[in-house]
């Protein structure tokens, strides 16, 4: 395992069947994909929209397209890939569930990991501090937050029922360590493998 790779990233790639074929959306400089294709023998691409970072997904030799999530996936057939990614990504997304949906159209299965906004810690700063939470897994202020949708483990869990998706693993940490019991109340961040019903 990589060293550079962050906690949520490692969960994803001890998922990660070898050579499979892989989407990453918002696959950022091209970390988790880097890591895949050396250590499991992965193929596959990454979309990323900002410039820098996919430069710097190009020079670690990823397959990376520039692109907007927001115009979906269309440029995919039906099934191409085993498993796509969303790395503290579909919080950042207008159209969370039609993005999802589509997901689920061109792959078997996805892994989806997203700071939880019903963590303790964030429904104190907001009840006692009367304030948009700031924390290790959302460090951004209320005014310059690239994320558009906050969401709880129960959030995401009624998404995914009314969209017919099946939830086959769930881990929820907080400081690195797994949250068993109240999850919803003591885990800062979330991971999910899901797929067909």
Known sequence: MSYELREDLQWISQRIKPKSHILDLGCGTGSLLENLMREKQCTGYGIEIDTEKVIKAMSRKINVIQANLEDGLK??????????????TIQSMKNTETILRDTMRVAKEAIVTFPNFGYWKNRLQLAL???????????????????????????????????????????????????NKLPNLLGSLAMYRIGHS
């Open 75 to 88: 440029n995919f057939d039906d099934n191409s890939f085993d498993m796509v990614i969303f790395s503290q």
């Open 129 to 179: 501090g009367g304030h948009m939470p700031v924390s290790e897994n959302m460090p951004y202020q209320w005014y310059d937050t690239p994320n558009i949708h906050w969401c709880t483990l129960q959030d995401f869990d009624l998404l995914c029922e009314k969209n017919h998706i099946r939830i086959l693993e769930r881990t929820v940490m907080s400081n690195g360590k797994v949250v």
